[in-house]
């Protein structure tokens, strides 16, 4: 049998930065040998990165104490997570940067641009302060950056809501609401961010915008999230691939929807990760089933009466049997705001989209289609609404969760 203490400094730090950060401090803790070998920063390095998927620096031993104090505690963090503020919800990604761990909130582009990318707005960071302790920053408001906590476990947010385990990041007691807010200027600011039809908005739509500004503004002192794993590549012959999408919902203005596919394969599902009054974050905004595919002519398309006289009926091929290139058109009477429109799909289905009374009241699923374009780009033709919504792939990349 091999004695590994035998071995040359260099091959044993190479096997040892195969192991997991935590299985590295448990070997230094089993002989005399290991507990004074001098492990270089690059051990902690590579490990971490195998661990955690992160690159670390290695100044001044900063590797193994941003590990032993950060990660081993906060690194099980990282990845996606779900917001929870009333029927709006939320993205949030934690992960590393510039030598610390930063939450930032994936806030959606203007309406309508939904190619756009996500904005990144940081909520709370992680990091070792000058004496190599661990400070909890919450970053709302980068002007008055205060101290916050972290807690994980599992608990039920509302007296009818089944018990969940989340995460909560909640300010010290002390801070006020308005030090999350640059100035009294923050609201009107915060609108002209939303979209590009201030100027068009009715008094209906700019009340709900200012609710809506209310509510995320109360979950400031305190927020609830919950993990969000992403679908993973499908190899399945499918229309599109699952995985994020931003897209426009009417006067509600842009809403970020999570797809993927569920029975094997044969049906299609998206789910809000923010939503709103109607059809809250969590709930499903529509599905569809891949054996209900169909090609129409262009004549079929021009009007919503046209389109309301077809059937859904399973068809007697696949989908993918069908011309991949398939005229499309927008009927003369839709309402639709993304442009331009693309003249042609790869796919389009029979589907169900959900609608429902403020407040989430009885809801119901009415007929449309499903239109893809290509690999990135979508679209649900809501029949009863006459409105078409449009859906772009999130194309920023996330650290797994771990």
């Not at 989340?166 to 961010?193: I, P």
């Not at 399945?236 to 995985?243: F, K, S």
Request: aromatic residues 12%; hydrophobic residues 35%; proline residues 5%.
């Amino acid at each position: 049998m091999m004695n590994l203490t035998l071995l040359p400094h260099e091959v044993l730090e190479e096997i040892i930065s195969l192991l997991a950060p935590r299985d590295i401090i448990s070997l230094t803790s089993t002989c005399k040998f290991f507990h004074q070998m001098k492990l270089s920063d690059k051990v902690w390095v590579l490990s971490c990165f195998q661990k955690f998927q992160i690159k670390l620096h290695t100044k001044r031993g900063f590797a193994k104490k941003f590990y032993s104090k950060v990660l081993c505690q906060y690194g099980r963090f990282l990845g996606l997570w779900n917001r929870h503020a009333d029927c709006y919800g939320g993205l949030l990604h934690i992960k590393y940067a510039e030598g610390k761990l930063c939450a930032f909130e994936l806030q959606l582009p203007k309406n309508p641009y939904i190619s756009n990318p996500l904005r990144p707005k940081t909520v709370f960071s992680i990091e070792l302060d000058e004496f190599d302790k661990i400070s909890i920053k919450c970053c709302i408001n980068p002007l008055q950056k205060h101290p916050c906590t972290l807690s994980y476990g599992k608990k039920a947010l509302t007296p009818r809501s089944p018990a969940s385990y989340y995460l909560t990041r909640q300010c010290e007691s002390g801070v006020e609401n308005s030090n999350h807010h640059a100035s009294v200027d923050d609201l009107e600011v915060w609108l002209s961010e939303q979209s590009d039809y201030r100027g068009e908005l009715s008094s209906s739509t700019r009340t709900q915008m200012i609710y809506k500004y209310m509510v995320l503004r109360q979950t400031a002192l305190k927020t609830h999230y919950s993990r969000l794993v992403l679908p993973k590549r499908c190899y399945y012959r499918v229309p599109i691939q699952p995985g994020l999408f931003k897209g426009t919902y009417s006067s509600h203005g842009l809403e970020l929807i999570l797809l993927n596919y569920e029975e094997d394969v044969n049906k299609v599902k998206a789910v809000k990760i923010t939503g709103d009054p109607n059809i809250p974050a969590g709930q499903v905004t529509f599905r569809a089933d891949l054996p209900f595919c169909m090609h129409l002519t262009e004549r079929q398309q021009a009007s919503f009466e046209n389109i309301e006289s077809i059937q859904p009926a399973s068809s007697d091929v696949e989908w993918y049997e069908l011309p991949n290139s398939q005229i499309f058109t927008v009927p003369y009477d839709c309402v639709e705001r993304y442009q331009p429109v693309p003249n042609y799909c790869k796919a389009r289905f029979h589907g169900f989209g959900q609608i429902a009374q403020e407040g989430f009241r009885e809801p119901s699923f009415v007929e449309g289609h499903w239109i893809v374009f290509n690999e990135d780009l979508f679209g649900f033709l809501w029949t009863s609404l006459h409105a078409l919504s449009m859906y772009h792939r999130v194309q920023e990349e996330f650290t797994n969760s771990t």
